[in-house]
């Protein structure tokens, strides 16, 4: 095990991210991991990793950093300029380093979280089994730090011999996401629950690694003939407290203001709001590149 990366700038927040812990609710514990667990695959894949090798999760880049020695590495995810030293880098693509040289990934200009992965993967200390940062329960390495000097563990596969991967680019405007029918659907009026399908739903600045929040899409007010906004977006059926629940990553919970929040990789076991449907598997990694004001619509699995 060696040092290969010290971060000079960490950017707004980069964690080290493996596919999580899964297994431990009776403990209290989500599973965590990296939010686009593709794009971690991917990166892991294209520098001869184990796919559940621990990389970089970078939240809107801005990050600076150093190889202290050779190394391989690849940046997929969120899109943006990538440089090393006076060089132009392409995403999606193994890219050897030598030691002395700068790695910089600009601001996204599309999706939020872009991830790097190391030849050998980040050899962080494992936390039931894992190396991700799970910000809610506040296990696993702490977030980066300007100054600090990454170690790697050993690779596990051959470098594979690609010339090109085709990766679709982070939407930026509106994205359709797949949702099955929620445990508590039935605690909403009907005309609630088809709202939730038919309009476009805008996400929150106040959207993170727990949960993306929702929040309606108003047409201007003074739109003659349009109908007022109802106070209360998602209204329901049932008024009763619901005792707390189990929750999974993908769950929708409504609040009592009628507004959605889908819930993600750091997510609390358990919640008490109701929730009104349960993201696909499938489209779960979407809401890891979805940028605050990009525009969402569901449909039914």
């Not at 150093?66 to 995810?77: I, K, M, N, P």
């Not at 949960?211 to 209360?232: D, F, I, M, Q, S």
């Not at 407290?241 to 990553?249: D, F, G, I, K, R």
């Amino acid at each position: 095990m060696s040092g290969a990366l010290e971060v000079l700038e960490p950017g707004p927040l980069t964690l080290v991210e493996d596919l999580g812990r899964p297994g431990f609710a009776h403990l209290g514990v989500s599973s965590s991991g990296a939010l686009d667990r593709a794009a971690l695959r991917l990166a892991n894949r294209l520098v001869g990793n184990n796919e559940r090798a621990a990389g970089l999760e970078i939240l809107f880049g801005d990050f600076t950093a150093r190889f202290t020695t050779s190394c391989w590495f690849a940046v997929t995810g969120a899109w943006g300029a990538l440089t090393l030293g006076d060089d132009e880098v392409d995403p999606n693509t193994a890219t050897a380093a030598r030691a002395g040289s700068v790695l910089r990934i600009a601001s996204a200009m599309r999706g939020v979280r872009f991830y790097l992965s190391l030849r050998g993967g980040v050899a962080a200390d494992a936390v039931l089994g894992s190396r991700s940062t799970d910000l809610l329960s506040s296990l696993g390495p702490a977030p980066v730090m300007s100054g600090d000097v990454l170690q790697l563990g050993e690779p596990a596969h051959p470098i594979p011999l690609l010339d090109f991967v085709p990766v679709e680019l982070p939407d930026d405007d509106l994205v359709t996401v797949r949702a099955h029918p929620g445990p508590r659907a039935d605690w909403f009026t009907p005309g609630a629950v088809d709202a939730f399908y038919e309009r476009e739903w805008s996400v929150s600045i106040a959207s993170n690694r727990i949960g993306t929040r929702l929040e309606p899409v108003r047409g201007a007010a003074h739109v003659k003939g349009r109908p007022p906004e109802p106070r209360v977006v998602l209204e329901r059926r049932v008024g009763d407290e619901l005792p707390s629940e189990p929750m999974v990553a993908g769950a929708v919970q409504v609040s009592p203001d009628g507004t959605p929040t889908v819930l993600l990789a750091d997510h609390p076991v358990t919640g008490g709001y109701p929730v009104i449907a349960v993201v696909a598997d499938r489209s779960l990694d979407v809401f890891a590149q979805l940028r605050p004001g990009q525009r969402v619509q569901f449909r039914h699995a």
